[in-house]
Structures are given as structure tokens and as C-alpha cells.
């Protein structure tokens, strides 16, 4: 598959969708303009997101926050959202179900006072639904969300493991890495198959999720045969990755495992095949900017968690239907990405929460019945995966934790120039397949 269209194209469409959304997010409350989907075949909609027809809520108007970031270290993200949630909106509606009337707020990347200030005026607005990202804005969006019950879905972020049993708050992606490890040493031990250990490098993310992630995955790798190393730990956002880099090559290993993110995986992938680094390496991330950071040492580079490939979807009927409608909608944008796609799903399982409602009798800006229709019925429609039966894949929430499970992710490796997927499996890694 293709990484991405040109980054000139990409930011400069980024940039236009950027304004229109701020200008939108000024008011208060403020409702985006839907994107421009051209004819919808309502029946297809209906059909492909497993809607129930006979109670779709055409003729109201709900209102509903999305709060992301449009400003700040993450505001590549918010804009792509937001799109996501547009295009699922006007489909909504057009396919005869309620409109859906967003107001957008700006968390600026995870600041705690503005995950406060924009919750608050959700809740002063009557909101009681939501899409966040960056985990209810790091958390500090979840005693207004509480306050004002706003039930709350969260596609950008999941739960991690601070967001877990919040009240009105619910994850629908994974909690990275730790639902991705069982794959990601599965895959490991398949692509070396003598591997008896491996080395580690890891994000400094704090003590208490270091820790965790260390105990999590130093099982899932011991459960293949393979002892993990204890982890070298490197600063969040750095660019000097020398020491990590040469404590690996003292352990020689046959294979690395690396949890870092951003353009942190590129960097150091750079700087570990300069200093003569050989071994495979995997990891639980990918973004754009990894192969023009690292250049050829990003080649072989694979890595597991719930991506989205917006050039291989032919699995999945509903998510070939999302993009192409994407494409229609946003051409300025190239693909979409996982930003794209997870609040596009999300923005539909806010509709399913809708119909579960209304098919019980019930009022659909009650958030105590929003809540329990969710309780009821925890599994949603997904454009990742995909069944016999079905014409898409599904999603559920654990009702425990309020983390999404039953999501499936992949194993994907950069080819050189391509993303090829090599393996699919959940969180528990049970079903892990290699890919023919």
C-alpha cells in the first residue's frame, strides 16, 4: 500500500480544513459545516453500518461535542477528526438518520485548563454526547464529563491505563502497547524463529506506566519463548538516542522491540542502523514521517496495533464505502489515516446509541439511557475487521475497564516504499494469523 500522498498536498489541504474548523469551533455552541458526500444511497449506508432502519431518529437534532486539538504539538490530528466525524454526520442525515450538531472545541494538545474550560462549556451547552481524543484531553475532562454526564466516546486515545472505569467515559482504540504485545511477540517469534531474547527500548512515560507496560510485555514475549531485555528508557519527544542505541548493540540481540512513538521511531531507527545495528526491529507505531526521518533504515521496519490502510480495506465493504467517500469528500486530504477512520466509526456508534434508544422508548438526550443502551449492547459496527456474515467488522467495550475489545489489529512492515500487512490478531492475541 502507499504510505501517503505528497506531504505538500497533505498540509496544505490540512491547512484550509484547519481554518474551516477553528472558524467553526469560534462559536459557542458551534456547529461544523457536514462535508460535501455528493448522492448517498441511503439503503447502502444503512446496510453497510448495520443501522436499524426502523429506528433511525430522522428529524431530530442532537447536539454533540468533539473536543481535540486544534492547536499545539497535536493539531495534525484534530482537523483529520473532525473530517471523520463530518463525513459520518452528512451520511448520517442523509441516509435518513438524525443531524447530528457539532460543537468543536480545541483541548490544545492535552492542556489540563483547556481540557477543564472546553468540558465546561459542553456541559453549560446541554451537550451529552461526546468524541474526545488524547484520553478525556489527559485526563482532565473526566470529573465535568461526570458533572454533566456526558457520555463520551474517546477514538483518538482509548483509555490508556489512567482512563480505565471513568464514569461517562469509554476508549474505542487500543490501549497501546499493551493490546498489541501478544501480537507484536507472536510476530517476533515468526520472524525469528530462534529467538530466545530480545532487547527492549522504551518511552519514559512515568514510573506506573513504565511499569506496567514492562510487566505486560515481558510476559507476552516470555509466553512465545523469548526473554525480553530489561528496557532501555528514553525521553518522550527526544532526538539523541546514542546511549539506548549502544547498550542494544553491547546486548546483541536478534530482534528489538521498541515502544516509542512519533518521529521518535524514525530517529532512532536512523541512528541504530548508522551505528551498525542489524536486527530486526518492531514496534507499536507508524507514522508518515518515519520513512523520511530514517530513510533506508526504515526499510523492514513492522509494527502491530489497530492501523487503518486505506489502500487495502477489500475485507471490509464499509470501509471501502469510507473511503472512497473520503476521497470524494476531501481530495485535498490524499487517504485517510486511523484519525480519519476511528471517528468516522465512532460518529456511528453514536448513531447506534441513538437507535438503541429510540427502539426502547426512550429520550435521546437522556444520558442515563444513552448510558444504558451502551450497557445493553456494548459491541458496535467497525470499519477494521470484518466477518463472514457481516459487511463489516465489530468492536466491543468492556463494560469493566471501559476499553475497547474485541478489536482487531494488524502486523504491518515497510517494504522500502509500501506498507504490507503481515498479520492480523486481537488484544488477547488468540487469533494472531500470518497473512498470505
Known amino acids: 500500500m502507499k504510505i501517503m500522498n505528497s506531504r505538500r498536498r497533505l498540509f496544505g489541504g490540512m491547512a484550509a480544513l484547519s481554518a474551516a474548523v477553528t472558524l467553526a469551533a469560534c462559536s459557542s455552541p458551534g456547529a461544523a459545516p457536514l462535508a460535501s458526500t455528493g448522492p448517498v444511497d441511503a439503503a447502502e449506508v ?24 486544534m492547536t499545539g504539538g497535536g493539531s495534525i490530528y484534530g482537523p483529520l477528526q473532525v473530517a471523520g466525524a463530518n463525513l459520518a454526520a452528512a451520511q448520517i442525515l442523509a441516509a435518513g438518520g438524525p443531524k447530528f450538531e457539532f460543537s468543536i472545541k480545541d483541548h490544545k494538545s492535552g492542556d489540563a485548563q483547556a481540557g477543564v474550560q472546553t468540558t465546561r462549556e459542553l456541559g453549560q451547552e446541554g451537550v451529552h454526547l461526546a468524541l474526545y481524543s488524547y484520553v478525556g484531553a489527559l485526563g482532565s475532562a473526566f470529573d465535568g464529563l461526570e458533572q454533566y454526564k456526558i457520555v463520551t466516546l474517546d477514538p483518538g486515545g482509548g483509555t490508556q491505563k489512567f482512563g480505565q472505569n471513568k464514569p461517562y467515559f469509554y476508549g474505542t482504540r487500543t490501549f497501546t502497547p499493551n493490546d ?28 506506573d506506566n513504565v511499569a506496567d507496560v514492562v510487566t505486560a510485555a515481558k510476559a507476552s514475549f516470555s509466553a512465545v519463548g523469548i526473554e525480553l ?9 527526544g532526538a539523541d538516542f546514542s546511549a539506548a542505541v549502544s547498550k542494544i548493540l553491547a546486548e546483541d540481540p536478534p530482534v528489538v522491540f ?8 524514525g530517529l532512532f531507527l536512523k541512528q541504530y542502523r548508522a551505528a551498525g545495528g542489524t536486527a530486526p526491529v518492531i514496534g507499536a507505531d507508524w507514522i508518515a514521517d518515519i520513512p523520511e526521518l530514517a530513510g533506508t533504515a526504515a526499510d523492514g521496519y513492522a509494527f502491530g496495533t489497530d492501523y487503518f490502510s486505506a489502500t487495502d480495506p477489500a475485507n471490509n465493504p464499509w470501509a471501502q464505502f469510507f473511503v472512497e467517500t473520503w476521497r470524494e469528500a476531501y481530495p485535498e486530504l490524499g487517504d485517510p489515516d486511523l484519525n480519519g477512520a476511528n471517528f468516522y466509526e465512532a460518529t456511528f456508534a453514536l448513531w447506534a446509541l441513538v437507535q438503541r434508544v429510540l427502539a426502547e422508548g426512550g429520550d435521546v438526550n437522556n444520558p442515563d439511557h444513552l448510558i444504558a443502551a451502551l450497557e445493553a449492547e456494548p459491541t458496535f459496527s467497525s470499519v477494521y475487521g470484518a466477518s463472514a456474515s457481516e459487511p463489516h467488522g465489530t468492536f466491543s467495550i468492556d463494560l469493566d475497564t471501559h ?4 478489536r482487531e489489529q494488524y502486523i504491518y512492515e ?15 492475541g488468540d487469533d494472531f494469523q500470518l497473512t498470505e
Open 180 to 207: 498489541a504485545l501478544a501480537g507484536i511477540a507472536k510476530y517476533a517469534a515468526e520472524r525469528v524463529p530462534d529467538a530466545t531474547e530480545a532487547g527492549f527500548v522504551l518511552e519514559d512515560s512515568g514510573a
Open 258 to 265: 521498541i515502544s516509542i512513538h512519533g518521529t521518535d521511531t
Open 46 to 69: 444503512v446496510a453497510l453500518s448495520g443501522a436499524d432502519a426502523d429506528h433511525l431518529g430522522g428529524g431530530l437534532t442532537i447536539p454533540v461535542g468533539i473536543n481535540v486539538a
Open 403 to 406: 476499553s475497547v475489545s474485541g
Open 229 to 237: 531485555s530489561d528496557p532501555q528508557l528514553v525521553p518522550i519527544g
Open 414 to 428: 515497510y517494504d522500502g516504499g509500501d506498507l504490507v500487512q503481515r498479520a492480523s490478531f486481537d488484544s488477547t
